[in-house]
């Protein structure tokens, strides 16, 4: 079992930065690929940013290439997401989320291939 807790969340003007922080605890942190995801109001739950365990291996949604940059810190049990140039489309809960590394290959935008998530932590770009 893992706890996740994101931070770092609020308000920021458009083509501003934010940095997010999602803290792991109960389990070795370095055993998990982790994962960004967003929920805009009346939208399901997307797919944003992955890492792999060593962090080596990145993934990102089309919409935020170039722009958000996933990072972990596996001394600090941390997994970091650097997000630059925001839109007013950028805003939304955005939740971290944890999967158990493995040799197999998973489809890390897939919500099903996660097992722990946060509790989300809000980010609002205005215009």
């Known amino acids: 079992q893992v706890q996740l807790v994101e931070s770092g969340g609020g308000l920021v003007q458009a083509g501003g930065s934010l940095r997010l922080s999602c803290t792991a605890s109960g389990r070795t942190f370095s055993s998990y690929d982790m994962g960004w995801f967003r929920q805009a109001p009346g939208k399901e739950r997307e797919f944003v940013a992955a890492i792999k365990w060593s962090g080596v291996g990145t993934y990102y949604a089309d919409s935020v290439k170039g722009r958000f940059t996933i990072s972990r810190d596996n001394a600090e049990n941390t997994v970091y997401l650097q997000m630059n140039s925001l839109k007013p489309e950028d805003t939304a809960v955005y939740y971290c989320?944890?999967?158990?590394?493995?040799?197999?290959?998973?489809?890390?935008?897939?919500?099903?291939?996660?097992?722990?998530w946060g509790q989300g932590t809000q980010v609002t770009v205005s215009s």
């Open positions: 989320a944890a999967v158990v590394a493995s040799s197999r290959g998973i489809s890390y935008s897939r919500r099903a291939s996660y097992d722990y």
